[in-house]
């Protein structure tokens, strides 16, 4: 594999793969080791053109905690803001010989795009309403470690289902992992056929109780919908999609929930759900570190490598 663009492209047996040593990379560095030579001489560029935390610090962690060189570009400090084209600024910094670019960008298809012009790996950081492949491998190896297997777990996935790309690469890795996906959520914030995405839609919260294994919470995506809102008052969402203490305890007693992050309390979950012992959001961030330290190690050609560090 030499780019990481989509959820598509992770069977079940790469998953496997990726999961298994994803949980040996984390058993390591919890037990205090934070410097391997896996990537030593490998060039990591983060170019993210669009706001993040938890995806970027991750990815810039997992590089430097594999000794690789690793540049940080803020779109807003750089040629971009002079109007250089995306195809032109990877372009560029492909001439400067990196390993690996790591590309998150507003628009549908940029890293797709952006791989026809470089030599270096391209890894989707997120590409708009499209992809997030990693969010998809981390969320799913969370649940899997949770569960032991997602064969025949009913995951539901509960808010701006039309806007988000978590939704979408979830959606993917979740049925190729035997899983049965679910929507729930405001008419407007819906996909227009979800038959398209693999997943069944539900049509009230009694739904969401009575089947869900686990219930993943997105945030209202405004910055990518239209001028005109679409969902009622933040209060009546709330009311509505959100996850309160009330509703947690109204869910099956095994529930799980989960949120890709950024989380806006009192909006889609209140403060004493996300970090309540039935929320994974946390484990999602420690999970996520892990998995981004095993996608380097993979699209550079050293898994292996990386294996034999943490034996």
Same mark, same amino acid.
């Given at each position: 594999?030499?780019?990481?663009?989509?959820?598509?492209?992770?069977?079940?047996?790469? +998953?496997?793969?990726?999961?298994?040593?994803?949980?040996?990379?984390?058993?390591?560095?919890?037990?205090?080791?934070?410097?391997?030579?896996v990537l030593r001489g490998k060039c990591v560029v983060n170019l993210?053109?669009?706001?993040?935390?938890?995806?970027?610090?991750?990815?810039?962690?997992?590089?430097?905690?594999?000794?690789?060189?690793?540049?940080?570009?803020?779109?807003?400090?750089?040629?971009?803001?002079?109007?250089?084209?995306?195809?032109?600024?990877?372009?560029?910094?492909?001439?400067?010989?990196?390993?690996?670019?790591?590309?998150?960008?507003?628009?549908?298809?940029?890293?797709?795009?952006?791989?026809?012009?470089?030599?270096?790996?391209?890894?989707?950081?997120?590409?708009?309403?499209?992809?997030?492949?990693?969010?998809?491998?981390?969320?799913?190896?969370?649940?899997?470690?949770?569960?032991?297997?997602?064969?025949?777990?009913?995951?539901?996935?509960?808010?701006?289902?039309?806007?988000?790309?978590?939704?979408?690469?979830?959606?993917?890795?979740?049925?190729?992992?035997?899983?049965?996906?679910?929507?729930?959520?405001?008419?407007?914030?819906?996909?227009?056929?979800?038959?398209?995405?693999?997943?069944?839609?539900?049509?009230?919260?009694?739904?969401?109780?009575?089947?869900?294994?686990?219930?993943i919470l997105l945030r209202i995506q405004l910055e990518r919908q239209?001028?005109?809102?679409? +969902?009622?008052?933040?209060?009546?969402?709330?009311?509505?999609?959100?996850?309160?203490?009330?509703?947690?305890?109204?869910?099956?007693?095994?529930?799980?929930?989960?949120?890709?992050?950024?989380?806006?309390?009192?909006?889609?979950?209140?403060?004493?759900?996300?970090?309540?012992?039935?929320?994974?959001?946390?484990?999602?961030?420690?999970?996520?570190?892990?998995?981004?330290?095993?996608?380097?190690?993979?699209?550079?050609?050293?898994?292996?490598?990386?294996?034999?560090?943490?034996?």
């Amino acid at each position: 594999m030499k780019n990481l663009l989509s959820a598509d492209q992770i069977s079940r047996e790469l +998953f496997n793969e990726i999961y298994l040593t994803a949980l040996s990379v984390r058993r390591a560095l919890r037990e205090g080791r934070k410097k391997f030579n896996v990537l030593r001489g490998k060039c990591v560029v983060n170019l993210f053109f669009e706001p993040s935390t938890r995806t970027r610090s991750s990815f810039e962690k997992a590089g430097k905690f594999l000794s690789a060189d690793v540049i940080n570009i803020s779109t807003s400090a750089s040629s971009v803001k002079k109007g250089e084209s995306l195809i032109d600024t990877v372009k560029n910094l492909d001439m400067m010989h990196p390993d690996i670019i790591i590309l998150r960008h507003p628009c549908e298809g940029a890293p797709f795009l952006a791989q026809k012009f470089v030599e270096a790996s391209i890894v989707n950081a997120g590409d708009g309403r499209h992809q997030h492949p990693t969010q998809a491998l981390l969320d799913c190896a969370t649940l899997t470690e949770h569960f032991g297997s997602l064969e025949g777990k009913r995951v539901t996935i509960l808010g701006d289902i039309a806007n988000s790309r978590v939704a979408r690469s979830d959606a993917i890795l979740l049925r190729e992992l035997g899983a049965e996906v679910f929507i729930y959520g405001p008419s407007p914030m819906m996909p227009r056929v979800p038959e398209a995405l693999g997943v069944k839609r539900l049509n009230s919260f009694e739904e969401v109780k009575e089947i869900s294994d686990a219930v993943i919470l997105l945030r209202i995506q405004l910055e990518r919908q239209n001028a005109k809102k679409t +969902f009622p008052s933040v209060r009546e969402y709330s009311e509505l999609f959100g996850i309160n203490r009330r509703k947690l305890e109204e869910l099956k007693p095994g529930t799980v929930i989960l949120h890709p992050g950024p989380f806006n309390r009192g909006v889609e979950i209140t403060g004493d759900v996300a970090y309540s012992k039935r929320s994974l959001i946390f484990p999602q961030v420690e999970m996520g570190l892990s998995v981004r330290m095993v996608v380097l190690s993979l699209l550079c050609g050293r898994l292996e490598k990386l294996r034999e560090e943490i034996q």
